[in-house]
């Protein structure tokens, strides 16, 4: 059983920056893969950021690309979410997810066996 809990969501203005957290328990952190997604009022899930178990290697949707950074801290058994130059259309539930293996990083949710319940994030225009 693996418990994440995501940390930093709020309200922030359009153009301003804001960092995610996501802390994982229950088993042995490095070597999983870890992903972000999100969820929006009305709009499915969709694929943010993810980031292999060495944080060698990491993936982004394409709308997220050169603004968002997703990073690793396996000593603290933590992910993060930089996100700057935010818009509003990035506002949703930011919600953190574990592979349940190691390997490439995906962008699919259906690899993904461990789940948080999400931290808000609003940007205002």
């Known amino acids: 059983q693996v418990q994440l809990v995501e940390s930093g969501g709020g309200l922030v203005q359009a153009g301003g920056s804001l960092r995610l957290s996501c802390a994982a328990s229950g088993r042995t952190f490095s070597g999983y893969v870890m992903g972000w997604f999100r969820q929006a009022p009305g709009n499915e899930r969709e694929f943010v950021a993810a980031?292999?178990?060495?944080?060698?290697?990491?993936i982004y949707r394409d709308s997220v690309k050169g603004r968002f950074t997703i990073s690793r801290d396996n000593a603290k058994n933590t992910v993060y979410l930089q996100m700057n130059s935010l818009k509003p259309e990035d506002t949703a539930v930011y919600t953190c997810?574990?592979?349940?293996?190691?390997?490439?990083?995906?962008?699919?949710?259906?690899?993904?066996?461990?789940w948080g319940q999400g931290t808000p994030v609003t940007v205002s225009s």
């Open positions: 980031i292999t178990g060495s944080g060698r290697s990491t």
């Open positions: 997810a574990s592979h349940s293996r190691s390997g490439l990083a995906s962008s699919d949710p259906y690899d993904y066996v461990y």
